[in-house]
């Protein structure tokens, strides 16, 4: 009893030029070049921004060097978290001055995203050496790993923060 394969059948035919047709453009891809490079998409997208976007360079920041960044007057908008420092303009809306989180703007945010806390006792002075959270919970570390997690993800990565007389 074995299996034979009959190309007189019109079902038979068809997937065996179809299967020909698929195999040979899996091994001889379609390689055409544009005529013209594409500048628009449809309802207008342009394929390059209107402006560029500010370069961000990775510093070393100290309290007092971090603190101007609070995004007052529309300046750009940077917070630490565990000796990390982002780059938080772009959620101007909660980290601007206005915003739920405005205390942590230009600020060491570890405790306060630690303890979820926004209170204002949470933030170490600027003239004061970093804090060193040691006495954090197991469960409020975790939290502040998740910040962390969640800033990487979504915010750039412009620093490192050190105490003041580090520098």
Known sequence: ??????????????????ILYSVQRIIFPSVS????????????YSWMPKVHPPTVLFKIYTPKTLEPFSGKDGGRILLAINGTVFDVT?????????GMYGN????DASRGMAKQSFDLEMLTPIDEPLDTLEDLKPDEIDNMKGWIEHFSNKYIICGRLVNNDAV
């Open 104 to 107: 942590f703007a230009g600020r």
């Open 1 to 18: 009893m074995g299996l034979s394969f009959d190309l007189g059948t019109p079902i038979n035919t068809a997937l065996f030029v179809y």
């Open 33 to 44: 070049q544009p005529k013209t490079i594409p500048n628009e998409f449809k309802a207008g």
């Open 90 to 98: 772009a959620g101007r809306n909660f980290y601007g001055p206005n």
